[in-house]
């Protein structure tokens, strides 16, 4: 079974600066797909910026970047230029696809990010 | 993003009562999926559901639950008969082919 662990708990940064999240993951898959996906104050899940393995440029979504390192099995989420509105929940999920061909996602367990004024 | 719907935003029932929560998924997608939220924790999948058959469920995902997508309509989860540890946030998120999963708002169910 695949998954997902994501260590920090809690990070919190000044505004207008750059931020790291951490995603390390299991699969025994040789192509997979990860995502990062964020839930707002409200309870919205917001899907961010997805990485797939075969693709060797790391991400790119606005002000959302991954830094994406196949060997650590490592897929980190950099917010740059932060705002208070990225205050949220974070969370990192891998696709996970069985051989019926129905997929899923298994989530981290998230990372709660707050921006300080 | 795309968007997905969901009905009701909240739902307060008694134990033992049947529930029924309603997705709308966006409209060109095949692939539907819930998912179970307890007190912001971890998102935990429940089932999927392609070409009007499920196509993997979680152990979560209990004798007691059913989906379905009757003639293109809402995708509904059913919880019959509910109990206290159903209590949870679902979503409901739907993909096309290989695609990323969109999520709902989510559905507060509070059984007492």
């Known amino acids: 079974a695949q998954k997902v662990t994501q260590t920090q708990t809690s990070i919190s940064v000044m505004e207008k600066t750059t931020v790291t999240m951490d995603c390390v993951y299991e699969t025994r898959d040789s192509s997979y797909f990860l995502f990062w996906y964020k839930q707002t104050a409200s309870g919205e899940i917001v899907f961010l910026i997805r990485q797939d393995s075969y693709k060797k440029e790391n991400a790119t979504e606005g002000h959302y970047s991954l830094n994406f390192q196949k060997p650590k099995s490592s897929i980190g989420l950099i917010i740059t230029a932060t705002q208070i509105e990225d205050s949220a929940v974070y969370f990192c999920?891998?696709?996970?696809?069985?051989?019926?061909?129905?997929?899923?996602?298994?989530f981290g367990k998230g990372t709660q990010l707050i921006i300080q004024p | 993003g795309p968007k997905v719907l969901q009905i009701p935003s909240h739902q307060i029932i008694d134990m033992g009562q049947m529930v029924t929560l309603n997705c709308d998924p966006v409209s060109n997608h095949l692939y539907f999926y819930w998912y179970k939220q307890i007190l912001g924790q971890q998102m935990e999948f429940l089932v999927n559901f392609y070409n009007g058959k499920v196509m993997e469920k979680s152990k979560l995902f209990k004798d007691q639950f059913s989906v379905e997508r009757p003639d293109g309509s809402y995708f509904t989860l059913k919880i019959q008969p509910t109990a206290l540890e159903d209590s949870a946030v679902y979503f409901c998120a739907s993909s096309s082919y290989w695609g990323t999963q969109y999520f709902g708002p989510g559905t507060r169910l509070l059984v007492l």
């Open positions: 999920a891998m696709r996970d696809r069985n051989t019926e061909g129905a997929d899923r996602l298994t």
